[in-house]
Structure formats: structure tokens, C-alpha cells
Nanobody
Framework: QVQLVESGGGLVQAGGSLRLSCAAS????????MGWFRQAPGKEREFVAA????????YYADSVKGRFTISRDNAKNTVYLQMNSLKPEDTAVYHC?????????????????WGQGTQVTVSS
């Protein structure tokens, strides 16, 4: 079993930055792909970014390309999401996930472990 705990969310003005962290426990996730999704009020959960176990493959949603950066530290069992140039439309609960395949962390499947999420609010 893997437990994922997100942190780093908060309230920020448009144009500002936040860095989210997702710490895994229970077992190492160094061989797992990891990713981030977000869910805004009244909307479906949507893919944000994903990173392979080695960091060699990275994918972003078009809406965050050039503004968000996903990275990981396997020694710390942690994945990060650096968010710059934040916009009000980035307001959402951000969830991290972990799974054995990139497909499973880029889509909503039962094959991934999920965290409870951290709230990001961007004011205009």
C-alpha cells in the first residue's frame, strides 16, 4: 500500500507561484510513475502533469505548459509541482497519484494510488 500526502497549497495572487509537494509512504515509489491532477468546483478532475520513474518522460496538459514544472526526488519518495504565473483558472484541489505505468497516472484509473489533495486558490 502507498499513502500519498500533498502539501504546499494556499492562496496566491494571479501571477504568483506555489510549489506543491507529494510525499509517499508505505513503500518506495522510485519505480513508479507519478502525476498531478486537479479538480475545480463543479468540474471533472483533469490531468495536469506526469513524470516517469526516472524523470526521463514528462507530460503536461496544454493549459499548464510553460508555467508548471513537475519533478521528483526518489531519495525522498517525493514528487513536486512548481507552479508559476498562476491564473485564477488554476484554482482547484490538486491531487497527486502514483502507479506502475505512465498511462495509469495520466488517466483516472483504479490502478493508481491517490492523495487527498491540497487546495490552491488564485485571486485576481
Amino acid at each position: 500500500q502507498v499513502q500519498l500526502v500533498e502539501s504546499g497549497g494556499g492562496l496566491v495572487q494571479a501571477g504568483g507561484s506555489l510549489r506543491l509537494s507529494c510525499a509517499a509512504s508505505g513503500r518506495t515509489v522510485s519505480s513508479d510513475a507519478m502525476g498531478w491532477f486537479r479538480q475545480a468546483p463543479g468540474k471533472e478532475r483533469e490531468f495536469v502533469a506526469a513524470i516517469s520513474w526516472s524523470g526521463g518522460s514528462i507530460y503536461y496538459a496544454d493549459s499548464v505548459k510553460g508555467r508548471f514544472t513537475i519533478s521528483r526526488d526518489n531519495a525522498k519518495n517525493t514528487v513536486y509541482l512548481q507552479m508559476n504565473s498562476l491564473k485564477p483558472e488554476d484554482t482547484a484541489v490538486y491531487h497527486c497519484n502514483a502507479a506502475s505505468s505512465m498511462f495509469a497516472v495520466m488517466h483516472i484509473t483504479s490502478d493508481a494510488y491517490w492523495g487527498q489533495g491540497t487546495q490552491v486558490t488564485v485571486s485576481s
